[in-house]
Every structure is written in C-alpha cells, then in structure tokens.
C-alpha cells in the first residue's frame, strides 16, 4: 500500500506528464486549447475517480451460500464421486433426490414473502450434515456458510406440541417418565470391535456384513438444552 508522500509525488508526476503532452498538442495546428482543456478535464476527473474507488470494476461473479457444501453437487457428476458424497451427507445420491421428491412440496418450505427461503437441497444437505457429526452450531455454520440462525431454522421442523407427542410415546413404551433426558432426544450409533478370530461357541452368530467377526458395541446420547450425555 502506498503512503501519502508517495501518492503526492505520483499525481505531481502525472500532472507534469500531462504539461509535457498538452505542449505537444499546442504546437500541433489542428489542436486549440480548449481540446486540451477538455482533455485535462477528462484526465482529472479520472484521476478523482481512482482516487476515490476501491475497485474499477464491479463484481459481477456471486457465489451461492453452501460452503463446503457446494463439493456435494460436485461428487454428484462423476458416479465415481457418489461414495463421497455418501460419506459427506450418509445418503446416496439417488436417496437424497428422492428425499428431496418428498419433501419439497410441503408447505413448511413455502412463506409466500418477498425473501425466499433457502433451497431446499441446501436446507436438507445441511440437516444431513449435521446429524452425521459431532458438530457445534458454530463450527456447523463456517462450514457450511448459513448462519447459526438459519441452521436451527434448518433443523427445527417439530412444533413443541409434536415433539410432546413424541416424548409422550417413548414414556408409554419405556416406562421413563421425567428426568432431564425428556428434553432431549436420545440418538444411538454403534461400532464393530473386531476379533482376532472365531468363536468357538456359536462362531457364526458374530458374523458380521462387513465379512468378520465381531461384537458390536452402541453408543446412546440424549442431548438436552444445554448438555451432552453420552454412556
């Protein structure tokens, strides 16, 4: 960035480039002074302009929000990609599109304002993300580019009367009824722990689809308001 000694000393070099020029012009017989007043016009004006703008040429190129994202659509055009994909969103092309077939007709993504709302296979992939990683809403929203708000909106589809109906089935069929897990909702994931080798008794009940054998170990979670218990 220059500083402003050197500033000055460029626009006097400018102006004595433009004396030099202008004299030419003069002893050119088709040129009268007010060409060159007009041409000096001109020139300051320009020079006012650089001055004064950051950029000379508008930014015309508009990204679309998604973050890393946008590297979905990407995997979607090489079939090679689609395990990418997979592994990104836990769905394979073919299942998220049928989920978007599903959905996006339903009325929760039509608010009929001037702002529309974010697409909806932005609003899905995000949701996928999310529910595929230990992720906070922070985090979540570098990555993906949407704020923190629109994240939850995202991912906040059950009205509080739906989510007691929910809750009020599991305490029917659980018998847990209160405690601080109610308001949460419990998740479970699992792991294979590999053996060395097969059992000896009932070898085959630990075969698992991976093609060894192994006991499989799950991890439940209830995530409250303001907490994390995992056991």
């Given at each position: ?10 626009i006097k070099m400018y102006f004595l480039y433009m004396a030099i ?15 060159i007043l007009e041409q000096l016009r001109f020139d300051l004006a ?186």
């Amino acid at each position: 960035m220059s500083t402003p000694i050197q500033r000055d000393k460029t626009i006097k070099m400018y102006f004595l480039y433009m004396a030099i020029r202008n004299f030419g012009l003069l002893e050119d017989s088709t040129t009268d002074i007010d060409e060159i007043l007009e041409q000096l016009r001109f020139d300051l004006a320009v020079l006012r302009m650089v001055q004064q703008t950051r950029y000379l040429n508008g930014r015309h190129h508009k990204h679309s929000k998604g973050g890393i994202l946008d590297l979905a659509w990407e995997f979607v055009e090489n079939p090679k990609d689609h395990p990418r994909f997979t592994q990104m969103l836990r769905v394979s092309p073919f299942m998220f599109n049928t989920i978007i077939s599903l959905i996006e007709d339903h009325s929760v993504f039509q608010n009929h304002s001037n702002n529309p709302q974010t697409p909806v296979r932005l609003q899905l992939a995000t949701v996928l993300y999310r529910m595929g990683r230990s992720i906070s809403l922070n985090d979540l929203s570098i990555t993906t580019g949407f704020s923190i708000g629109s994240i939850e909106n995202f991912t906040r589809r059950l009205t509080p009367e739906e989510k007691e109906v929910e809750k009020q089935w599991i305490d029917q069929r659980t018998g847990w009824t209160g405690g601080l897990w109610r308001e949460g909702w419990l998740m479970y994931d699992g792991t294979i722990v590999v053996l060395h080798e097969k059992p000896v008794w009932n070898g085959s009940g630990y075969f698992t689809r991976k093609s060894n054998y192994g006991l499989n170990a799950q991890v439940s979670s209830t995530v409250g308001r303001n907490q994390l218990i995992a056991y």
